[in-house]
């Protein structure tokens, strides 16, 4: 998707501050963090959101939760962690290329806003 903010970081043609990256999958410091701890984690090609995951493209969706426990164990996060993935307009997702938010590093409250 050409015009596509994380599909232009994924391509490195936007910079960010890299928490991880592998052949599928990307993960980046939030420009706005909400915890201490606020890492996006996306897919290389581009998903739009949660609500396009299917049984032929489940798979990456799975590896991104890998990646977040790694993530979470190498930031310190033994106190535990929130993963949340906003979807669609009343999910409050602004960015449209599927993204899960690990944040961490306080006490996390429910339910959201
Ligand atoms: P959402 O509201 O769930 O769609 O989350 C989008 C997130 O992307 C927000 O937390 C933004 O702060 C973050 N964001 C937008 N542009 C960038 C960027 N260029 N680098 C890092 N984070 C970004
Ligand atoms: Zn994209």
């Not at 998707?1 to 599909?7: A, N, Y």
């Not at 232009?8 to 890299?18: T, V």
């Not at 410091?29 to 090609?45: G, R, S, W």
């Not at 164990?73 to 993963?83: A, I, M, V």
Request: aromatic share 6%; glycine share 10%; with cysteine.
């Amino acid at each position: 998707m050409s015009d596509c903010i994380f599909c232009k970081i994924a391509a490195g043609e936007i910079p960010s501050k890299k928490a991880y990256e592998d052949e599928r999958v990307l993960a980046f410091y939030d420009l706005e963090p909400q915890a201490p701890v606020h890492v996006l984690i996306i897919p290389k090609e581009h998903i739009a959101s949660v609500a396009e995951i299917t049984e032929e493209n489940s798979g990456i969706a799975a590896h991104i939760f890998e990646v977040a426990a790694r993530l979470a164990k190498e930031l310190g996060l033994e106190g535990g962690f929130r993963l949340v993935a906003n979807t669609g307009a009343d999910g409050g997702q602004t960015v449209q290329h599927l993204h899960v938010h690990l944040l961490g590093g306080r006490s996390m409250k429910w339910p959201p806003g």
